[in-house]
T-cell receptor, first 113, second 112 residues
């Protein structure tokens, strides 16, 4: 089955700096890659997703890039703010089983003042 | 639109008992999936229902089962509870059934 690895497990950045979280996947048939943000005690929230027919997608301060050849995708957050502090999860799935998301182990992002 | 609603929010059960968790998806969403979240294993897929049919299943024992009703509401049942079943159980729904899953706030189950 699919295996998703996520790095780093913790990341501390200063407010205003950029943060990058990387994930690799094993199943070359995977074609849907969402990112979720989970604040302490709250539900995971979808912040951005990308499908394998595009290489990059951007939404304000958040961007995701996908390298199908290398089977890795990354989340980029620019101009970080304290409210960006949370655990971020990457996930992968494939058409027909998109509900069966395989999640990475999460990255705890801490944005310090 | 109301979000994904899960009830109850918290539950304490004794080993050997069974439990039923409920999930009401966003109106119009026909796909409902369930995940287990634990500190050790992270987020793991349990199963997914679409139009009352189980379409996908994760690698969990048969003690974990679910169903979906004609109004898309879903229930998850765990029989013969074990201590290791203590977790946050999350439900997610999607309109398109192929992407864009929205999670509920979860049911925190504690087995003692």
């Amino acid at each position: 089955g699919e295996n998703v690895e996520q790095h780093p497990s913790t990341l501390s950045v200063q407010e205003g700096d950029s943060a990058v979280i990387k994930c690799t996947y094993s199943d070359s048939a995977s074609n849907y890659f969402p990112w979720y943000k989970q604040e302490l005690g709250k539900r995971p929230q979808l912040i951005i997703d990308i499908r394998s027919n595009v290489g990059e997608k951007k939404d304000q301060r958040i961007a995701v890039t996908l390298n199908k050849t290398a089977k890795h995708f990354s989340l980029h957050i620019t101009e970080t703010q304290p409210e960006d502090s949370a655990v971020y999860f990457c996930a992968a799935s494939k058409t027909g089983t998109a509900s069966k998301l395989t999640f990475g182990t999460g990255t705890r992002l801490q944005v310090t003042l | 639109k109301a979000g994904v609603t899960q009830t109850p929010r918290y539950l304490i059960k004794t080993r050997g008992q069974q439990v039923t968790l409920s999930c009401s998806p966003i109106s119009g969403h026909r796909s409902v999936s369930w995940y287990q979240q634990t500190p050790g294993q992270g987020l793991q897929f349990l199963f997914e229902y679409f139009s009352e049919t189980q379409r996908n299943k994760g690698n969990f024992p048969g003690r974990f089962s679910g169903r979906q009703f004609s109004n898309s509401r879903s229930e998850m049942n765990v029989s013969t509870l074990e201590l290791g079943d203590s977790a946050l159980y999350l439900c997610a729904s999607s309109e398109m059934a192929d992407y864009g899953y929205t999670f509920g706030s979860g049911t925190r189950l504690t087995v003692v």
